[in-house]
Every structure is written in structure tokens, then in C-alpha cells.
């Protein structure tokens, strides 16, 4: 008789196993490393709360560590202001922007003074702390100045590991930085927007974007948004060449265009400038870069010109699918790191691999983009005039 006709004794169906997180810990894999630090430093960007996620799920799950939250970056090693975080604490926050542990822009190596209240200097106080916490090691989650610090708290003998986070996607070492993609998402949806505007009152349209030494936002968003001309830190424009430009748009019978510019665009005047004199020029600017490009380009077409400044618009709100899965990856990754004892690193990918980056040869540089990308000229090749 076959199966479908057989009638046999009823078994009770077996019970499905739940495994609590708390279970999870318990088939954890062996590491010397227990109780870890983490804080988010400089400016915020979405998937830091993914990366902050990432990092303590992967380290409690798979190898038992612990995690100190430090609140509010670097001010917070130095002034002992942490608390321990619990699996609570990192449930739902994947699709959240900003960062749960806070933030701020404080550097302990510049200018270090003593504390009155302490009679200690910041490195003295971190290293305080970090004895009031038991701390095996620490995870930096930051852009160039953060793990810049980082670099320098490893040189002083502690086991730091950085994360790179930032829209700007200037790092070097890493092909890509968290938050970036987001930012580009949101820059060019802005751009695009201002397209009916422009071409409803006819107007020359100058959309700012951030970019303070490095003009990877603005590249990619000026490529995706489709703008006529786009303005960095890597090519030195001349406002003549943007008027030109703008007036054979108008020539074609084109009624409007749209300039995209790097909030560190600058002039090749400005260019010619020894740093110290730059400095001071941009000090002596009323407005940012956007209006003063907006003026030149009036006085030099007579066209309408109007400004929108995108500003921290491009760094809030929730991360990307694609930045909380690279956040995700990098955070797993570092608790890899931490398990391996594979300290002063920076985590981070290239051709798709993830790898790790002395945290020495990424402090206190800047990834610009090389005047021969491939994305430089197929923007050219589409039309888009860099100003040079």
C-alpha cells in the first residue's frame, strides 16, 4: 500500500526550540577581549545607529563581550560619562538616523589643557576612565578627525579599532564610508526638485551641497540629479567658463539651468592662495559658497539667479538600505577585529572586501577624487562642465 493510504499512530508534533539571545551567548566563541567601549564622534550620519547594532549584537552573541556606551564621543572618555549597554538598548534602532550614543566634535589631543577640577590632562583622564571600566578595548566610530584621535589613543598603548562613517566619503583606505549613499540619495532628490522650479521661472538654480574638502557628494548627486554644472574642491573653477556654459544653455534654447557646488568649491584665485590666506578670505565670506557663486554667475549672464543650501538635510533621517547594510557589515566586522585582537585599524572595504587600514595611514588625510576618475569624465561626457 502506498503512503497516501496508510493510517498509522498519530506522534505529537515535536516542539519548536525558542533560543532566547541569552541562549545565543552560550555557544559563543572563545576571546580574551570581554568589555569593550563604543562612541560615535564628529558629525552624525545615517547608519551609525546600524553600525553601533552591528558591532554589540555580533560581539554579545558571538563572543560574550560587553559594551560601554560612551555618550557624546570623545567628551565623554575624557569626562567618564558611560553606561552599560543591554540588548535593550540596540533593539529597533537599525533604521534610526543620528546616533543613540550622542555626539560631539571634541579632539583630547588638540590643545590639551588640565582640568581644574581633575588636575588631569585629557589622555590622563581617558586612560582613567578607562580603567574605571574595565575596558579591554575600544571601538571609534567617526570620520577623519575621529579616527585621527583614534590613532593617536593607539599610539598612547590602548586597543583602538575605527569605524569609517561619513558623507562626505572622504577616508582614506576605504572605497565607501556609512552615510554616504544616503546623503547622495537625499542630495539628488533635492536636486531634482529644484528642476520644475528652474525651468517654471526660467531662473539659474545653485543647489549647495556638503562637501568641505572633498567633492564626492557633489560629483554623484550632480551625475544623478542630472545638473549642467557642477563645482568642487578638486577642480578649481572660473566663474568665466560657468557663464559660458550657462549662456550657450540659454542659446540652445535651454531656459534654465542647474549648478551644483561643493560647500568647499573654490576659485582658481583662491586656489593660488597659501593656506593661511585662504582661511581668511573664506572667514571674511558674509555667506557661504552657494550665494557667492549665485552673484558671480548674475553678474557675469545677467540671469535670475536663486539658492538652496540642502545643509544638514543630507546628514538626518533614516539610513539607506544600502547604508545599513554596509553599516551592519563594518560593525560585524569590527567585533571580528576585537575577538582577533587585530587592533589599531580602521575596518574597511575594498574591491568588496572588507580589510583592515593602520589607522596611521588614514589620520589626518583626506581621499579626494583624482582629477582622472572615470566618474569625472563621464560627467564631462554627458555635458556637465566642471568650470575649468
Given amino acids: 500500500m502506498g503512503h497516501e493510504g496508510r493510517v498509522g499512530k ?5 516542539k519548536l526550540a525558542i533560543v532566547y539571545f541569552t541562549d545565543i551567548i552560550k555557544v559563543m566563541k572563545k576571546t580574551s577581549i570581554k568589555t569593550v567601549g563604543i562612541l560615535t564622534s564628529g558629525g552624525d550620519a545615517p547608519g551609525l545607529n546600524a553600525a553601533i547594532r552591528g558591532v554589540c549584537r555580533s560581539g554579545m552573541i558571538n563572543y560574550g563581550m560587553k559594551f560601554v556606551g560612551i555618550r557624546n564621543g ?8 558611560g553606561y552599560v549597554i543591554k540588548s535593550n538598548d540596540i533593539s529597533g534602532i537599525l533604521t534610526r538616523g543620528g546616533t543613540i550614543l550622542g555626539t560631539s566634535r571634541e579632539k583630547p589631543f588638540k590643545n590639551p589643557v588640565v582640568n581644574p577640577e581633575t ?27 575621529t579616527n585621527t584621535t583614534g590613532s593617536l589613543l593607539y599610539k598612547e598603548g590602548l586597543n583602538v579599532i575605527g569605524l569609517p ?35 517654471s521661472h526660467s531662473r539659474v538654480m545653485i543647489v549647495e551641497v556638503m562637501g568641505h574638502k572633498a567633492g564626492w557628494l557633489g560629483l554623484y548627486s550632480a ?13 578649481p573653477y572660473d566663474i568665466k567658463s560657468v557663464a559660458r556654459e550657462i549662456e550657450h544653455r540659454r542659446d540652445a534654447g535651454k531656459n534654465f539651468s542647474i549648478v551644483v557646488v561643493a560647500e568647499g568649491a573654490l576659485s582658481k584665485d583662491e586656489a593660488k592662495l597659501s ?30 539667479s536663486r539658492v538652496s543650501v540642502l545643509g544638514h538635510l543630507q ?27 587585530d587592533f589599531g585599524k580602521l575596518v574597511a572595504i575594498q574591491n568588496n572586501k572588507i580589510v583592515g587600514v593602520p589607522l596611521e595611514e588614514c589620520a589626518g588625510k583626506v581621499k579626494n577624487i583624482p582629477i582622472d576618475d572615470p566618474l569625472i569624465s563621464s560627467g564631462r561626457s554627458v555635458g556637465i562642465c566642471f568650470g575649468d
Avoid at 577616508?171 to 537625499?186: L, N, Q
Avoid at 551625475?223 to 577642480?235: F, Q
Fill in 119 to 145: 588636575g588631569l590632562l585629557p589622555i590622563e583622564a581617558i586612560k582613567k576612565n578607562w580603567k574605571k571600566w574595565g575596558l579591554d578595548a575600544l571601538v571609534v566610530l567617526g570620520g577623519n578627525g
Fill in 165 to 199: 562613517k561619513t558623507i562626505d566619503n572622504d577616508i582614506v583606505g576605504t572605497d565607501v564610508t556609512f552615510g554616504f549613499h544616503t546623503a547622495i540619495d537625499v542630495a539628488t532628490e533635492g536636486i531634482d526638485r529644484i528642476h520644475t522650479t528652474a525651468d
Fill in 223 to 235: 551625475i544623478a540629479g542630472g545638473g549642467d554644472v557642477c563645482l568642487i574642491p578638486e577642480i
Fill in 315 to 341: 546628514r538626518g533621517g533614516t539610513p539607506s538600505p544600502y547604508d545599513r547594510v554596509l553599516a551592519n557589515q563594518f560593525g560585524v566586522a569590527a567585533a571580528d577585529f576585537l575577538a582577533r585582537e
Fill in 10 to 14: 498519530q506522534t505529537a508534533p515535536k
Fill in 275 to 304: 593656506k593661511k590666506e585662504f582661511k581668511k578670505a573664506r572667514l571674511e565670506m558674509t555667506q557661504s559658497i552657494g550665494y557667492r557663486v549665485a552673484q558671480e554667475i548674475s553678474e557675469a549672464t545677467g540671469l535670475e
Fill in 74 to 81: 570623545y567628551r565623554g572618555l575624557v569626562n567618564g560619562d
